[in-house]
């Protein structure tokens, strides 16, 4: 039987790197910082340009399909997943990376059916590395099949979150005495590469073993997800319960056993969800 959304996953590679060539030139020229939510909440006009290729791109292929972009929900569109088929964008993920010219910049793509993860693509357009994935074909980068590490020693494990400045006091002490757990197991060490997409797919691609985060989006999550998952790695809410996509929240591991470890030393704090905040 063929696959009906093969070639909505080819053309979004087409479409990834056209969007990733856009930022890339983006970067030899002069960029202006705009402010979103907050001071460290940072935009820019490429963000907002690339999204408008890709959706544009996109709805003049597949009309009756449905979006979740980044850009276009800070200006108020809705976020809320239905069955339709839905593409969920982040235009650059690492925004500030791509302000500071620090070089983990991606694009990413989710797509869903029936609120199910078909593919992901994430492009990490700097290092120039495409990472795609079709749910149940495997995970490959730039065309060669990836693998997480397989590693089920916490005790040697490479973890990864994003620590960004939280308003809230009671959240930002959480956050750090998170890792500060962490780090007293000990694992190798902790990194912060500064794109949620690409973090997932170091894990997929056994760079790093593990990745945990409170307070992302579904935009910054449903393209690595598809990634690590065919990747063969472990994911799951911060709870240890079963990963949702709206929930703002997750751990991708390599293995089970260190998923549930990171999941019994993290404390939670609220961050909302997508669908209802
Ligand atoms: C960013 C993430 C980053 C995280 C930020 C933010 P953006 O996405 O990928 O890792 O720390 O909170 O969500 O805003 O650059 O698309």
């Keep these: 039987m063929s696959d009906p959304w093969q070639e909505c996953m080819d053309y979004c590679i087409e479409v990834t790197k056209r969007a990733g060539k856009m930022i890339c030139e983006a970067l030899q020229k002069d960029i202006a910082v705009m402010h979103k939510s907050s001071a460290v909440d940072l935009v820019t006009e490429t963000d907002q340009k690339v999204e408008q290729l890709i959706i544009s791109s996109i709805r003049e292929k597949y009309p009756t399909h449905s979006f979740i972009g980044e850009e276009s929900v800070a200006a108020g569109a809705p976020s809320a997943l239905s069955d339709s088929p839905t593409w969920i964008i982040d235009p650059i993920d690492g925004t500030t990376n791509f302000v500071h010219r620090f070089p983990f910049v991606s694009v990413s793509i989710g797509f869903t059916v029936k609120k199910e993860i078909e593919f992901g693509i994430v492009y990490s357009c700097i290092e120039d590395k495409m990472y795609t994935a ?37 959240q930002f002490q959480t956050m750090m005495a998170n890792i500060r757990n962490i780090l007293s197991i000990p694992v190798h060490g902790i990194r912060s590469p500064g794109s949620a997409a690409v973090n997932m797919c170091l894990v997929a691609c056994g760079s790093a073993d593990a990745y945990y985060h409170m307070g992302i989006h579904c935009w910054d999550m449903a393209g690595g997800a598809a990634v690590v998952r065919e990747a063969g790695g472990v994911i799951m809410d911060i709870s240890g319960g079963p990963f949702d996509l709206m929930s703002r929240r997750l751990i991708v591991a390599s293995s089970r056993m260190i998923a549930e470890r990171i999941a019994k030393e993290i404390t939670e704090f609220h961050v909302g969800r997508d669908d209802t905040d």
């Design 134 to 170: 079709r749910k149940g074909k495997g995970a490959f980068c730039n065309g060669a099949p990836i693998k997480v590490s397989g590693q089920e020693d916490i005790s040697k494990s490479l973890v990864l979150t994003e620590m960004g400045f939280k308003k809230d006091v009671e």
